[in-house]
Antibody
Framework: EVQLVESGGGLVQPGGSLRLSCEAS????????MSWVRQAPGKGLEGVAN????????NYVESVKGRFSISRDNAKNSVYLQMNSLRAEDTAVYYC?????????WGLGTLVTVSS | DIQMTQSPSTLSAFVGDRVTITCRAS??????LAWYQQKPGKAPKLLIY???SLESGVPSRFSGSGSGTEFTLTISSLQPDDFATYYC?????????FGQGTKLEIK
C-alpha cells in the first residue's frame, strides 16, 4: 500500500523558515517524480515544486522561486521542502504527492501557518 | 501559465441525477487533463487521467471527455458519496495548474 506521510508543518513568523519532510513507503521511491502541492484555507490547489526520481531536475512555481528548495534522499525514501523567507500568502496545507504533473497518490497534508 | 477555468463553481443536484462539469484551458493541452475529487479535510483523489482514462477503483459512473481546450467530467447517476469538490488539472506544461474547483452539493 502506497503511503506518504508529511511532517514539519507549524506556525512560523513572516520571514522565517520551515522544512517539510515526506516519508514514502509501499512503492519503489527512486523511480518516481515527487511533488509538493499546497492548498490555502478555503482555496484551490497549487503545484509548488517537483523533483525528478534521481534529483537531476527540479521545477518551481514562480511565486516560490528563490525561496523554496525541493530535495530528496532516495536512501531514506524521503522528499523535502525547505521554505525560507516565508510570507503570509504561503499559509496552506502542503501535500506530498507522487508524480511529476499527474498525481496518483497524495499524503494527508501538513499545515503551515505564517503569522506574527 | 496555462489558465484552467471550471464551470459552474457550485452545482446543486439530487441523488440519481446526471451532472456535467466543464473545464476550459487557455491553450491546447490535449490529452494531458486530469480530474480529482476532494472531500472536506481530505487529500484529493485521482478520478480520471489523460482526458478519459478511469483510475483503478473509480466507479464507472464517472467519465471524462473532450479535446483541445474544452473538457467535461460527467457523473451518470449521482450517489451520496459523490458530493464533494472536483478539480481539473492540466499536466501538459509546468506549472501544472488546476481549475478553481466545482463544489457539488446535495439539493
Amino acid at each position: 500500500e502506497v503511503q506518504l506521510v508529511e511532517s514539519g508543518g507549524g506556525l512560523v513568523q513572516p520571514g522565517g523558515s520551515l522544512r517539510l519532510s515526506c516519508e514514502a513507503s509501499g512503492f519503489t521511491f527512486n523511480t518516481y517524480w515527487m511533488s509538493w502541492v499546497r492548498q490555502a484555507p478555503g482555496k484551490g490547489l497549487e503545484g509548488v515544486a517537483n523533483i525528478k526520481h534521481d534529483g537531476g531536475e527540479r521545477n518551481y512555481v514562480e511565486s516560490v522561486k528563490g525561496r523554496f528548495s525541493i530535495s530528496r534522499d532516495n536512501a531514506k525514501n524521503s522528499v523535502y521542502l525547505q521554505m525560507n523567507s516565508l510570507r503570509a500568502e504561503d499559509t496552506a496545507v502542503y501535500y506530498c504527492a507522487r508524480g511529476k504533473g499527474l498525481i496518483d497518490y497524495w499524503g494527508l497534508g501538513t499545515l503551515v501557518t505564517v503569522s506574527s | 501559465d496555462i489558465q484552467m477555468t471550471q464551470s459552474p463553481s457550485t452545482l446543486s443536484a439530487f441523488v440519481g441525477d446526471r451532472v456535467t462539469i466543464t473545464c476550459r484551458a487557455s491553450q491546447n493541452i490535449s490529452p494531458w487533463l486530469a480530474w480529482y475529487q476532494q472531500k472536506p479535510g481530505k487529500a484529493p483523489k485521482l478520478l480520471i487521467y489523460k482526458v478519459s482514462s478511469l483510475e483503478s477503483g473509480v466507479p464507472s459512473r464517472f467519465s471524462g471527455s473532450g479535446s483541445g481546450t474544452e473538457f467535461t467530467l460527467t457523473i451518470s447517476s449521482l450517489q451520496p458519496d459523490d458530493f464533494a469538490t472536483y478539480y481539473c488539472q492540466q499536466y501538459d506544461t509546468f506549472p501544472y495548474t488546476f481549475g478553481q474547483g466545482t463544489k457539488l452539493e446535495i439539493k
